[in-house]
C-alpha cells in the first residue's frame, strides 16, 4: 500500500488538519495513566512544526452520548473532553497548545485562520457529534473547512470511515503521517513478504472473530500459536472435555476447518498442552474478578478436570510456544493467552511477551491487550513494533482495505 506521506507534500505556511489518536486512558480524576498514543504521534506534529505548518489536531475519546440533536449530552462533555490531553501534549511539545471548546463552527474557524507557522491547536472531541460516526458529509465538510491539507496518523481507527477520517478526503488532498506509515510498512511487510519461519500467536476470547485472521495467517505462516480462551473452542472441536471452560458453540465447525486448514497446507497448528484452571462455574463472570481463594491446579489439555475452568497456559505450553517465537524469523502476536489481568493467570502471557523480547527476529504486537500487556511488563522498546491500533491491525491482518488509508493519495 504505497501512500503519499507528509514528506511528499509542502506543508510551509499551510493550515493541516491531522487526525491522531489521542483516545487515552483516564483516570477518575482524569489523569492520563498512559500516554503511548500522545507520544506515539509527535514524530508527525513535531516535523510539522519544524517545517512551519500551522497545526489542527482533531481526536475522539471515549463513547460520549449524544441528545436527540445529535450533540454530546452534558455529562459526556465534562468527562470526555480533552482538557487533560491538551495539557499533555502541551507539556510534551515544550510549547502551548490552544484547546478549542469544540470542533466546527466560526469561532473555531477564525482561531484556524489567525494560526501562525508552528502553532498548534487541538480540536474539542470529534464524537461529541453524531455526525463524525455517521461520516456525515455535512460535518466532514465543516471540518475540512478548517484546513487547505490533511493527514491521517490516527492507525487505532483507520478502519473505521468517520468524518474526521474518511469523509475530509472528499474536500481535502489526504496524505498519511509517520505513525501510519510505519503500522503499514511492519504490519504490510509481515504478511506479504514475512521472513521465515513465519510464527504467528493468537489469543483473546472468540474464534468468531479471530476466524478470518486465522484463516488468512494459514496461507501465510509456518507456525500458528492457539492460546486465550479460544483454546477451549479448538480442544472442544477435537472432541476433548474441557471441564467448565469457555466454550464458544458457534466457533466450533469453524475451529474444526481451521484445524483441517492448517492440515492441508502444512502448517503447525499449535494448541497449549497443559492448562492453569481454576475451580469456577461454567457460567462465572470473570470481570469481576477470580476469587482469592479459588483451587488453581495445573492439567494437561487431554485431561482437564471436571469443575474447573482454564484460565492460562501452563509452564509446558510456556515451554513449547517460547522455543518456536526464539526459533522464529518474524513473529506477530494478538491476543492475550489468558486473564492476564490477574497475576495468577498471567504467566502465559508475559512468557510470550519474554520470548519475543528474546527474539532475534522481527516481532510485531498486533494492538489491544497484548500491546497493554507488553508495554506494562516494560517489554514494548525490545519490539521491532507495537501497533497503536487493535482492531485496526487484525482488519489490517485479514487484508480487509482500511477505509481511513485507502481514501489518502498514492504516491
Not at 490516527?154 to 489526504?174: D, I, Q
Not at 475451529?255 to 481454576?278: C, H, M, R, W, Y
Not at 469456577?280 to 481463594?293: E, H, Y
Not at 497484548?370 to 485479514?398: P, R
Amino acid at each position: 500500500m504505497n501512500k503519499k506521506t507528509v514528506k511528499d507534500i509542502d506543508v510551509r505556511g499551510k493550515r493541516v488538519l491531522v487526525r491522531v489518536d489521542f483516545n487515552v486512558p483516564l483516570d477518575a480524576d482524569r489523569n492520563i495513566t498512559d500516554d503511548r498514543r500522545i507520544t506515539a504521534a509527535l514524530p508527525t506534529i513535531n516535523y510539522l512544526i519544524d517545517n512551519g505548518a500551522r497545526v489542527i489536531l482533531m481526536s475522539h475519546l471515549g463513547r460520549p452520548k449524544s441528545d436527540e440533536s445529535g450533540k454530546a449530552d452534558e455529562s459526556s462533555v465534562k468527562k470526555y473532553n480533552l482538557d487533560p490531553v491538551a495539557a499533555k501534549l502541551s507539556e510534551l511539545l515544550g510549547k502551548p497548545v490552544r484547546k478549542m471548546s469544540d470542533c466546527i463552527g466560526d469561532e473555531v474557524k477564525s482561531a484556524a485562520m489567525a494560526l501562525k507557522d508552528g502553532d498548534v491547536m487541538l480540536l474539542e472531541n470529534v464524537r461529541f457529534y453524531a455526525a463524525e460516526e455517521k461520516n456525515d458529509p455535512k460535518f466532514a465538510q465543516e471540518l475540512a473547512s478548517l484546513g487547505e491539507l490533511y493527514i491521517n496518523d490516527a492507525f487505532g481507527t483507520a478502519h473505521r470511515a468517520h468524518a474526521s477520517t474518511e469523509g475530509v478526503t472528499k474536500y481535502l488532498p489526504g496524505v498519511a503521517g509517520f505513525l501510519i506509515e510505519k503500522e503499514l510498512a511492519y504490519l504490510g511487510n509481515a504478511v506479504a513478504n514475512p521472513e521465515r519461519p513465519f510464527v504467528a500467536v493468537l489469543g483473546g476470547v472468540k474464534v468468531s472473530g479471530k476466524i478470518d485472521v486465522i484463516d488468512r495467517l494459514l496461507d501465510k505462516v509456518d507456525v500458528l500459536i492457539v492460546g486465550g480462551a479460544m483454546t477451549y473452542t479448538f480442544l472442544a472441536a477435537q472432541g476433548l472435555s474441557v471441564g467448565n471452560s469457555m466454550v464458544e458453540e458457534s466457533g466450533l465447525p469453524l475451529a474444526k476447518q481451521a484445524l483441517q486448514k492448517a492440515k492441508d497446507k502444512g502448517v503447525e497448528l499449535l494448541l497449549p498442552i497443559d492448562t492453569v484452571e481454576a475451580k469456577l462455574a461454567a457460567d462465572f463472570d470473570i470481570p469481576s474478578g477470580v476469587p482469592a481463594d479459588v483451587d488453581i491446579r495445573t492439567a494437561p489439555t487431554n485431561a482437564m478436570l471436571d469443575g474447573y475452568r482454564g484460565l492460562d497456559i501452563g509452564s509446558e505450553s510456556i515451554e513449547l510456544f517460547s522455543k518456536k517465537i526464539k526459533s522464529a524469523k518474524t513473529v506477530v502476536w494478538n491476543g492475550p493467552m489468558g486473564v492476564f489481568e490477574d497475576p495468577r493467570f498471567a504467566k502465559g502471557t508475559l512468557a510470550i511477551a519474554e520470548a519475543m523480547a528474546e527474539s532475534s527476529g522481527t516481532t510485531i504486537v498486533g494492538g489491544g491487550d497484548s500491546a497493554a500487556a507488553v508495554e506494562q511488563m516494560g517489554y514494548a522498546d525490545k519490539m521491532s513494533h507495537v501497533s497503536t491500533g487493535g482492531g485496526a491491525s487484525l482488519e489490517f491482518l485479514e487484508g480487509k482495505e482500511l477505509p481511513g488509508v485507502v481514501c489518502l493519495q498514492d504516491k
